[in-house]
Every structure is written in structure tokens, then in C-alpha cells.
């Protein structure tokens, strides 16, 4: 995880509440990135951003907004309009100069809906 | 359909023995990315092969990539129980500035 911190590790509630996904990274890097892990389907992009105060949809946006007002920190709200939210969340961040660089990825958030 | 996709979707071996997984994408790629998950964790990076590389090593790894066949291939040698994972592909692909997974091998090293 080596500079990437993801809170809370595991996080419940209740069906119709919105949730805050908390990322925050102390690596210095540019690109952080949202992804959505089901059981037997692999990552999922939700959103990402490349530099401070802009952010673009991945492939799943819908139900989930963000933010980036610093460049350390990268919040996910997984709004109450997102249909099956239950599932692992991980945050990761990706180095000046993206190309051929490698992600880095935070342990993660599992989150329960119920 | 996902862009990378690795085969098989999972391997048992004894430990000692040598583990292959394969990756084939559908379009261009910048590079071409290993990644391994341990249980409940998040991803580590293992291996980046760009485009115009064939083959690349890395301690026990070895991966190869043949762009003709769109394909990839990680070898790790001399597996230990440790090896005991999920392992995704991932490419950068040329048309989009993201890295789009597979789905995954779990792989069992049986001590």
C-alpha cells in the first residue's frame, strides 16, 4: 500500500444512505483512480483524475460522485442511487508522466449495503 | 467483453513447480501489466512490458508479449506456497489513458 491510505477497512450501511469512501495519498503522484471489485469480475473503473479539480467518468460512473480539491486526497460517495453497492473499493494512484507507469494501490474498502 | 483476459481462470500446483498464466487483449496497447492480490488486500504491480518489448525478467518472473497474437504470458519459477494469489493483466491501450483488467487467475501453491 506504501503511501496509500484507504479508511475504514470495512463499512456498513443501511439501503437509501449515501457513504464517503475516504483515499488519501502521500506518494506525490498526479493520476488517483477509483475501481469496483466484484467476485469473478475483476476491476471496474469508476472514476479518475488526472490533476487537481478535474476528474473524468470511467465505465461505471453512474451512482457515484467525487472530488479532488487536493491533490492528496481523492473521496468516492457512493450515493444512494447506485443499485448494488456492496463490494470491494480500492483506490489507486499513478505517477507523473502515466504512461508506462504502474498503479499503486491502497488495501481497500468493503463495503456492506443492506 | 473485457479487453484483457487471462486463461486459465485457475491453477493448482505443487510448490517447486513452475506456474504460467496467460493474457490475450483485443486492441493496441501502449503496455501490457502484471498485477498480483493477495486475499482482501489491494493490487501490487509486478511486471510492465511495453509494446515494443518480447520478453521481460524480474527475479523469478518471466513475461513475454507476442502484439501479433495480442497475447502475454507470465512465468513464475520455482513456486512457494507465498505464490498463493490472484493475478490480473492489465493494459494501457493506445485509444484511452487507463488501464482496463482481466478478471483474474487464482493460483494454489500447494506446500
Known amino acids: 500500500d506504501g503511501g496509500i491510505t484507504q479508511s475504514p477497512k470495512y463499512l456498513f450501511r443501511k439501503e437509501g444512505q449515501n457513504v464517503t469512501l475516504s483515499c488519501e495519498q502521500n506518494?506525490?503522484?498526479?493520476?488517483m483512480y477509483w475501481y469496483r471489485q466484484d467476485p469473478g469480475q475483476g476491476l471496474r473503473l469508476i472514476y479518475y483524475?488526472?490533476?487537481?479539480?478535474?476528474?473524468q467518468k470511467g465505465d461505471i460512473a453512474e451512482g457515484y460522485s467525487v472530488s479532488r480539491e487536493k491533490k492528496e486526497s481523492f473521496p468516492l460517495t457512493v450515493t444512494s442511487a447506485q443499485k448494488n453497492p456492496t463490494a470491494f473499493y480500492l483506490c489507486?494512484?499513478?505517477?507523473?508522466?502515466?504512461?508506462?507507469?504502474?498503479?499503486?494501490f491502497g488495501n481497500g474498502t468493503r463495503l456492506t449495503v443492506t | 467483453s473485457q479487453q484483457g483476459e487471462e486463461d486459465p481462470q485457475a491453477l493448482s500446483i505443487q510448490e517447486g513447480e513452475n506456474a504460467t498464466m496467460n493474457c490475450s487483449y483485443k486492441?493496441?496497447?501502449?503496455?501490457l501489466q502484471w498485477y498480483r492480490q493477495n486475499s482482501g488486500r489491494g493490487l501490487v504491480h509486478l511486471i510492465l512490458?511495453?509494446?515494443?518489448?518480447r520478453e521481460k525478467h524480474s527475479g523469478r518472473l518471466r513475461v513475454t508479449l507476442d502484439t501479433s497474437k495480442k497475447s502475454s504470458s507470465l512465468l513464475i519459477t520455482a513456486s512457494r506456497a507465498a505464490d498463493t494469489a490472484s493475478y490480473f493483466c492489465?493494459?494501457?491501450?493506445?485509444?484511452?489513458?487507463?488501464?482496463?483488467f482481466g478478471k483474474g487467475i487464482t493460483l494454489s501453491v500447494r506446500p
Open positions: 486492441t493496441s496497447i501502449n503496455n
Open positions: 506518494l506525490n503522484h498526479d493520476a
Open positions: 512490458i511495453r509494446s515494443n518489448e
Open positions: 489507486a494512484t499513478q505517477g507523473m508522466g502515466s504512461y508506462n507507469s504502474p498503479l499503486h
Open positions: 483524475s488526472q490533476i487537481v479539480n478535474d476528474f
Open positions: 492489465a493494459t494501457d491501450q493506445r485509444a484511452f489513458r487507463k488501464l482496463t
